[in-house]
């Protein structure tokens, strides 16, 4: 589990290339003190949207990515003896709440159903939390705060269903897929510094391939942008197109067998000759 606090530095090849109007929804939602989920696989760009929103706002972010490890007291904070003396140190969601920075609450659908239900507190309309920890201190969220969700598809390996009443805390849903083949190319090229244009369309034609089959449930896995990234990359390296595809793409099917990955295999055979 990783909590951080973001000091917001983008550099140009980071860059978020904004094909669906993400930023003019997440303006508009940040104006009308509306909280935000964002709901797409993984992969597609989520947290990096998120940073450089921030980034442009000039916003504090602070960030906690969720999983089955995360606990209460990494949201609201825990007491602490030092010294003899017995103090509290604040979590992440207190902390945001008394500074009223933008939270990134990353896989939320990740988190144990006490960790959510102690979110939901701080969510509802009234933006408060009451400090149970710390002798019932009531904590009011400070103007500005702002709160950005997102959650992975339920076919994602420990995600599960946001109860419904912290669904309705987010009532701004922004659906971010995967991008056209032109917009993907152009984000994989960000982070590529060879000439291997024609080649790195082909790696996204056969990644969209994959994810088309992995979305009729033909394949167990869908590969993400960090793979066509991964993929240029390793191309600038100097590695062949066919070893390329099959590192990046092929491989992680073996998991799965050798009648998985013979799948992809041939698609790959085909597309990039043997």
């Known amino acids: 589990m990783r909590i951080r606090l973001e000091a917001i530095v983008l550099a140009e090849s ?34 990096t949207l998120v940073r450089q929103f921030a980034a442009k706002r000039g916003i504090n972010l602070e960030s906690i990515n969720f999983s089955l490890r995360t606990r209460e ?16 140190e604040q979590g992440i969601l207190v902390k945001s709440m008394k500074e009223g920075n933008m939270l990134y609450l990353d896989e939320i659908n990740s988190a144990e159903a006490d960790v959510l239900l102690r979110l939901d507190e701080a969510l509802d309309d009234r933006r408060q939390l009451v ?3 710390s002798s019932g201190e009531l904590i009011n969220a400070a103007k500005g705060w702002f709160v950005v969700a997102t959650i992975n598809p339920l076919s994602h390996v420990g995600t599960k269903e946001l109860p419904p009443q912290l669904l309705s805390r987010f009532p701004i849903r922004l659906r ?43 394949l167990y896995y869908s590969p993400s942008l960090r793979e066509t990234i991964a993929f240029a990359k390793i191309l600038d390296s100097g590695m062949k197109t066919r070893q390329a595809a099959e590192v ?27």
């Open 176 to 218: 971010l897929d995967y991008p056209p083949e032109e917009i993907e190319f152009q984000i994989v090229k960000q982070y590529s510094s060879g000439s291997h244009e024609k080649d790195i369309m082909q790696g996204i034609k056969l990644a969209n391939i994959l994810r088309q089959a992995a979305a009729v449930e033909e």
């Open 131 to 133: 400090l149970k920890e």
């Open 73 to 88: 007291s990494h949201l609201v904070g825990a007491k602490t003896l030092e010294n003899g003396a017995i103090g509290f």
């Open 14 to 47: 980071s860059l978020y290339i904004d094909w669906n109007n993400s930023f003019e929804v997440l303006d508009k939602a940040y104006a009308a003190n509306l909280f935000v989920l964002i709901i797409g696989p993984k992969g597609t760009g989520k947290t």
């Open 248 to 274: 990046v793409f092929a491989n992680v099917y073996l998991q799965w067998g050798n009648v998985e990955f013979q799948k992809v295999n041939d698609i790959i055979t085909s597309m990039f000759g043997s």
